[in-house]
């Protein structure tokens, strides 16, 4: 017998927009000799002292649950971490849940504050997955598109349009995800006025908080009157290379990560054990090998923001991330055509700027995590499939 | 000596790879090329960048297979000019790849590379010993390679693990 599945299945779900990385990741990966501008995670492998802490972890049999909310020394050294690096400070008792990756804790902070119908502002161009997650909460995501000219900061002004009485939150990400933007503490100061004034929850997605290079990192949850009604997400997977071990963690008002363990008691239990384990290690001994990463990262920052305006793709300067998001509308073509020619003409993988957001059409997303050999010769591909299309 | 950020920033880069291009540095750099090749040519002339050495692994070359020893030797320093004339002595013979004072059991380490093990024990007892004021020398084989300033010989950490495309 053969099942009409389509039937059976969440309807919530089908109608998910399917994600634009997925298409060229499936394009990119059929082929051979690709250089990738496409990959957005460290080149580093996690430093070896993490590793070792997670082998010994292992060998020392720590593999049962731990509390839900994370071990209680590891919550001891993210307090400890947050309140160094970002000046704001949060009761690791009551205050901090370790997640599996910062994606987890984005999903956890909408499922705990959304109800049926709530609206949750999203500054685009974002991360792909804010959109999905609040729709599967049972909000609606409304996005805030901001543009190049403005450095892609979005002002208050914009804010303030988009807010009406259905709104519940707006998510804020710096270093931004894809367009490497950083907000200062005086845009962040401006931001926070609109917040307050319409009593609104600050989502705040700070993973690449490591990767600020200029003027240095300042968190929304120290902006004077934020804290209350501030979310802070961050984790271990940029800033320390370990994305693949899925672990973040978010920082809030006790009451709402009370009800956030609540619910993470039922979707997770726990994050892994032995790999919380190595996570102390990570913010307890990892000082010197995150600043060697943070310079190897905007020295390739200042390489490609030059080569590409060289070859004539303008881009800003990104404040942060590892990302560059150079603007391709002078080549008549759309994000998506641009991106597939040069894929098929030179074997370069970038990700179409739209796949962030209708605000990303017409730019497309460079990741300068990869050796400079291979931003260079990417460059030099590049400038060819530009010069073809005169 | 103090050094400038354009300075140390120029050493990072040479340390992890000293064939980038100039150009690829000065745009890393935000730096000028010209002003990066002056920059290269003080740390040159200051000996603070001291060579560019080429880490050959002779071993997996058929015919060019090299013996490594490590010696611990032992003298007595002469009035004067302490260990460094018998240091001399010693780092003088091309075969010695390296030679450095040491606090402890013994004074000089002294590093040496052969085409065979008797060709080795021959530089030890024929030049080595004889020379005034060497006391002993207890001489090591190195076995196997696992890491040489800094290079992981046979990782893998090196190769890229991630996929093509991720969000
Ligand atoms: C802005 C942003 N937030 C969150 C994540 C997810 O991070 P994690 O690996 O900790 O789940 C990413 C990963 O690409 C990201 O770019």
Redesign the pocket.
């Known amino acids: 017998m053969s099942m009409d599945y389509e039937q059976y299945l969440s309807k919530t779900a089908i109608d998910l927009k399917p994600s634009g990385i997925r298409k060229f990741f499936d394009l990119a990966a059929s082929m051979e000799g690709v250089v990738s501008l496409g990959v957005?995670?460290p080149d580093f492998v996690t430093p070896w002292n993490i590793r070792d802490e997670a082998i010994n972890a292992l060998q020392d049999g720590y593999t049962s649950y731990t509390a839900n909310a994370g071990l209680l020394e590891l919550r001891q050294e993210i307090s400890n971490y947050v309140q160094r690096r970002f000046n704001v400070h949060y009761d690791p008792e009551n205050q901090i849940i370790v997640?599996?990756?910062?994606?987890?804790?984005?999903d956890l902070a909408f499922r705990a504050i959304v109800n049926p119908g709530d609206e949750v502002l999203i500054v685009e161009p974002?991360?792909?997955?804010y959109a999905s997650l609040v729709i599967l909460a049972g909000g609606v995501p409304v996005s805030i598109s901001t543009y190049s000219e403005n450095g892609f900061k979005v002002t208050p002004d914009q804010i303030e349009a988009a807010i009406t009485d259905k709104t519940k939150a707006i998510l804020i990400?710096t270093p931004?995800?894809?367009t490497g933007t950083c907000l200062n503490k005086e845009e962040l100061t401006e931001i926070a006025k609109v917040i307050q004034k319409h009593d609104l929850i600050c989502i705040t997605?700070e993973?690449?908080a490591e990767l600020s290079y200029d003027d240095g990192f300042t968190s929304m949850a120290s902006i004077p009157g934020m804290y209350e009604r501030t979310i802070l997400?961050n984790?271990?997977?940029?800033g320390f290379a370990?994305?693949g071990w899925?672990?973040?963690f978010l920082s809030a008002p006790k009451e709402m990560v009370g009800l956030m363990v609540k619910i993470y008691q039922y979707t997770t239990m726990c994050a892994p054990h032995m790999l919380q384990r190595a996570a102390i290690e990570a913010l307890q001994n990892s000082t010197d090998q995150v600043e060697h990463m943070r310079e190897s990262y905007w020295r390739r920052r200042n390489y490609m923001v030059q080569a590409l305006n060289n070859i004539g793709l303008d881009c800003h300067i990104p404040g942060g991330?590892f990302y560059v998001f150079p603007s391709i509308k002078h080549t008549g073509l759309t994000s998506e055509e641009f991106a597939s020619q040069l894929l098929q003409q030179e074997k370069v993988a970038v990700v179409p700027g739209n796949a962030f957001g209708e605000s990303g059409e017409g730019y497309i997303r460079c990741s300068y995590a990869t050796s400079i050999e291979q931003l260079q010769e990417a460059m030099k591909r590049m400038e060819r499939f530009i010069d073809s299309l005169k | 000596m103090k050094l400038s950020n354009d300075e140390l920033n120029i050493l990072a880069i040479l340390e992890e790879n000293h064939r980038v291009s100039t150009e690829a540095m000065a745009m890393q750099l935000n730096m000028t090329e010209d002003n990066v090749q002056k920059t290269i040519k003080k740390l040159e002339d200051n000996k603070i960048i001291v060579s560019y050495p080429t880490l050959i692994d002779w071993n997996q070359i058929e015919g060019k297979e090299t013996v490594v020893a490590m010696i611990d030797v032992k003298v007595t320093p002469q009035r004067g000019v302490g260990f460094d004339e018998i240091a001399e002595r010693i780092y003088r013979y091309p075969e010695v790849n390296s030679v450095y004072l040491m606090s402890g059991t013994y004074d000089l380490s002294v590093t040496l590379e052969g085409k065979t093990l008797q060709e080795v024990s021959k530089f030890v007892s024929n030049k080595l010993s004889t020379i005034d004021n060497v006391i002993s020398t207890t001489t090591h084989f190195m076995l196997k390679r696992y890491k040489h300033d800094g290079v992981i010989i046979e990782g893998n950490d090196e190769d890229d693990k991630r996929m093509v495309v991720?969000?």
Request: charged share 10%; net charge neutral.
């Open positions: 957005g995670e997640t599996v990756g910062a994606s987890q804790s984005i974002a991360f792909v997955s990400c931004n995800n894809p997605d993973i690449y997400i984790g271990f997977s940029k370990m994305t899925r672990l973040g991330a | 991720t969000p």
